[in-house]
T-cell receptor, first 117, second 112 residues
């Protein structure tokens, strides 16, 4: 069975400082990994994904994420946070080899990011 | 290009009433999903579909039914609503396994 965990309910960071949002996953095969952002009263917006290849992927709004197979992690990062980055961030996973749950897209519980001026 | 459209956007139901939430996508996507979002619980998968005529259970399927009679539509039904089903419901669709999902704007459902 696949699962994804976001160990921090909230991350607080000062504007201009680096931002990291943690995500770990568990799958039987290789994972497809995604990050999404949700602003208040809105649907989720796609930020970036890891499918295969380079472990460092770059996405929208200056975000990037690093895939680490040995640690089963896919942490989201931004070198210099903005106040406008304050939002709810979700990590999601699909298991490439799931035979009993083909296509299932599972999300973590979300991490609230608060960037202070 | 409308993307993913959910109908209705808001609804108040009385306990025991039934209703159907409609999700429509115009991107020719194969996969469609229904999630519920509750404070502190993240997004929990209710049911999903990997193609027209197919459905599968997610993490929290009890009390819900779904149908995918047409590729572009994914319906979520509540046969007998309960207060525990008060939530914000999101529909999403994606083209395939390695592609990102696109989300609707959500349906805020209150069961009293």
């Amino acid at each position: 069975a696949q699962s994804v965990a976001q160990p921090e309910d909230q991350v607080n960071v000062a504007e201009g400082n680096p931002l990291t949002v943690k995500c770990t996953y568990s799958v039987s095969g290789n994972p497809y990994l995604f990050w999404y952002v949700q602003y208040p009263n809105r649907g989720l917006q796609f930020l970036l994904k890891y499918i295969t290849g380079d472990n460092l992927v770059k996405g929208s709004y200056g975000f990037e994420a690093e895939f680490n197979k040995s640690q089963t992690s896919f942490h989201l990062k931004k070198p210099s946070a903005l106040v406008s980055d304050s939002a709810l961030y979700f990590c999601a996973v699909r298991d490439m080899r799931a035979t009993d749950s083909w296509g299932k897209l599972q999300f973590g519980a979300g991490t609230q990011v608060v960037v202070t001026p | 290009n409308a993307g993913v459209t959910q109908t209705p956007k808001f609804r108040v139901l009385k306990t025991g009433q039934s209703m159907t939430l409609l999700c429509a996508q115009d991107m020719n996507h194969e996969y469609m999903y229904w999630y519920r979002q509750d404070p502190g619980m993240g997004l929990r998968l209710i049911h999903y579909s990997v193609g027209e005529g197919t459905t599968a259970k997610g993490e929290v399927p009890d009390g819900y039914n779904v149908s995918r009679l047409k590729k572009q539509n994914f319906l979520l039904g509540l046969e007998s609503a309960a207060p525990s089903q008060t939530s914000v419901y999101f529909c999403a669709s994606s083209y395939g396994e390695s592609t990102e999902a696109f989300f609707g704007q959500g349906t805020r459902l209150t069961v009293v």
